[in-house]
């Protein structure tokens, strides 16, 4: 019978997201066929978990076009980006745990292509006075994966609600990464608090 190696591939992603330390024989077992059908696709761990890679960075690249990063306000396209990646939140989770795939000279360049495509959104907030200038795109970029791992890593373990996903990490990056403008008036209100107006005393009628 022939293998799909989609459906071995997305069958090991399903059951890392949720387990990071399952084995092959696991692997093997949640996709329906033995070890040694397994290793004729994967020769080990390191294999898989590199196909695993190539198919993560594909679906977040499919997700950045997806998402229109270039169309609106920024903050916007922010919202859009968590939305698409959703589904795929899970294994780029898992992904940013194998710390193999983030050293040396064997790093995939799909990742500094997702970097620079995320960065570049924060960076085009900021020149449209939308983000903070005083964080950098890079730290924000840094922050979105974070905040997307820790979502993912909550909704495997039952601790939040799928649907509040997106919700939840678009509200606390934004919630940290908008620039806030204050009102005129209340620009006006702190001048005259720090500045009051000198105080005159009516002339005094003398009695005759």
């Not at 997702?114 to 570049?120: E, G, P």
């Not at 085009?124 to 791992?149: C, H, K, M, N």
């Not at 806030?180 to 720090?194: D, F, S, V």
Request: charged fraction near 25%; charge should be negative; aromatic fraction near 6%.
């Amino acid at each position: 019978m022939a293998v799909d190696r989609d459906h071995v591939l997305r069958t090991a992603a399903a059951l890392l997201t949720r387990k990071a330390t399952a084995t092959m024989d696991e692997v093997a077992k949640a996709a329906g066929i033995s070890r040694a059908t397994l290793h004729r696709h994967f020769a080990g761990r390191d294999a898989l978990v590199r196909a695993l890679e190539s198919l993560g960075i594909e679906e977040c690249e499919a997700a950045l076009d997806a998402a229109r990063l270039d169309e609106g306000p920024a903050r916007d396209a922010v919202h859009r980006l968590v939305r698409e990646i959703e589904p795929s939140a899970g294994l780029l989770a898992f992904l940013y745990t194998e710390n193999q795939l983030f050293e040396g000279e064997q790093q995939n360049a799909g990742w500094a292509r997702i970097d620079d495509r995320i960065a570049a959104l924060f960076r085009r907030g900021q020149q449209s006075g939308e983000f903070r200038i005083d964080l950098s795109p890079v730290w924000l970029t840094e922050a979105l994966y974070g905040l997307l791992g820790s979502g993912a890593w909550a909704v495997a373990e039952g601790r939040v609600a799928r649907n509040d996903f997106t919700h939840m990490i678009v509200e606390l990056l934004l919630g940290g990464a908008l620039r806030h403008h204050a009102p005129e008036h209340h620009a006006a209100q702190h001048h005259a608090a720090q500045h009051p107006a000198p105080q005159h005393s009516a002339p005094q009628r003398e009695e005759s």
